[in-house]
T-cell receptor, first 114, second 111 residues
Framework: EAGVAQSPRYKIIEKRQSVAFWCNPI?????LYWYQQILGQGPKLLIQ????????DSQLPKDRFSAERLKGVDSTLKIQPAKLEDSAVYLC????????????FGPGTRLTVT | AQSVTQLDSQVPVFEEAPVELRCNYS??????LFWYVQYPNQGLQLLLK??????LVESINGFEAEFNKSQTSFHLRKPSVHISDTAEYFC?????????FGKGTRLHILP
C-alpha cells in the first residue's frame, strides 16, 4: 500500500512570509496527525484530526498556525506569518481510527525560515 | 501526563559490537511503549512496541527491548550492529491517546 505522502520536501522562506504544507494519508486511515520536529528534539504533536474533525490542537500556536482536513482525507498545515523559531521538520502521520499507537509517518517537510 | 527520558543524545559503537539505547518512562498504572527509528532524510518508522504480555519484544531486524516495570525502563538492545543501523532512535509512550516522544538518541556506527 502507498505510504503517507507529503509535499514539498523542502521549503525556505523569509520570516513574516506564509507557507503551506500538504499531506495525503494512507487510504482508509481516519486519524491524521501533524508533528513539529525541531533539530535535536523529538516530534511534538501540533494537531490531531479524526476524519475531518479536530481531536486535539492544544499545542498548536493558533495565532499563526492553522490546519484543515476538509474532506476527511488530505490535510494542509499553514503558517502565517512565519518566525525564525518555526524552522523545523513538519511530519504528517496517519493511523486507523482506534489505533493511535500504530502511526505511519510521511517523510516530512523541512522548513527553513531566514 | 506520561513522559520519556532518553539520557544519551549520541551513542558511538563499533560495527558488530553490541549496543544499548536507554529509555526511562514516568510511572503509570498501564503503559504502552514504543521505539521508532528515523533513517537519514526519512520519516519515522515503528521499530517495536510493548502493549501487554511478554516483557521482551523484538523487531524483524534484530533489535529487542525489555519492559521493566520496577525500573520504569524500556531499553533497546542489539547484540551486533551493522552500518545500516545508523539512524536516530526515539523512545515513545502513549499518553491520553497521544504518542509522546523522547528527544532521540543518534546511533553512530564506527567502521
Amino acid at each position: 500500500e502507498a505510504g503517507v505522502a507529503q509535499s514539498p520536501r523542502y521549503k525556505i522562506i523569509e520570516k513574516r512570509q506564509s507557507v503551506a504544507f500538504w499531506c495525503n494519508p494512507i487510504s482508509g486511515h481516519a486519524t491524521l496527525y501533524w508533528y513539529q520536529q525541531i533539530l535535536g528534539q523529538g516530534p511534538k504533536l501540533l494537531i490531531q484530526f479524526q476524519n475531518n474533525g479536530v481531536v486535539d490542537d492544544s499545542q498548536l500556536p493558533k495565532d499563526r498556525f492553522s490546519a484543515e482536513r476538509l474532506k476527511g482525507v488530505d490535510s494542509t498545515l499553514k503558517i502565517q506569518p512565519a518566525k525564525l523559531e518555526d524552522s523545523a521538520v513538519y511530519l504528517c502521520a496517519s493511523s486507523w481510527g482506534d489505533r493511535s499507537y500504530e502511526q505511519y509517518f510521511g517523510p516530512g517537510t523541512r522548513l527553513t525560515v531566514t | 501526563a506520561q513522559s520519556v527520558t532518553q539520557l544519551d543524545s549520541q551513542v558511538p559503537v563499533f560495527e558488530e559490537a553490541p549496543v544499548e539505547l536507554r529509555c526511562n518512562y514516568s510511572s503509570s498504572v498501564s503503559v504502552y511503549l514504543f521505539w521508532y527509528v528515523q533513517y537519514p532524510n526519512q520519516g519515522l518508522q515503528l521499530l517495536l512496541k510493548y502493549l501487554s504480555g511478554s516483557t521482551l519484544v523484538e523487531s524483524i531486524n534484530g533489535f529487542e527491548a525489555e519492559f521493566n516495570k520496577s525500573q520504569t525502563s524500556f531499553h533497546l538492545r542489539k547484540p551486533s550492529v551493522h552500518i545500516s543501523d545508523t539512524a536516530e532512535y526515539f523512545c515513545a509512550v502513549r499518553s491520553d491517546d497521544k504518542i509522546i516522544f523522547g528527544k532521540g538518541t543518534r546511533l553512530h556506527i564506527l567502521p
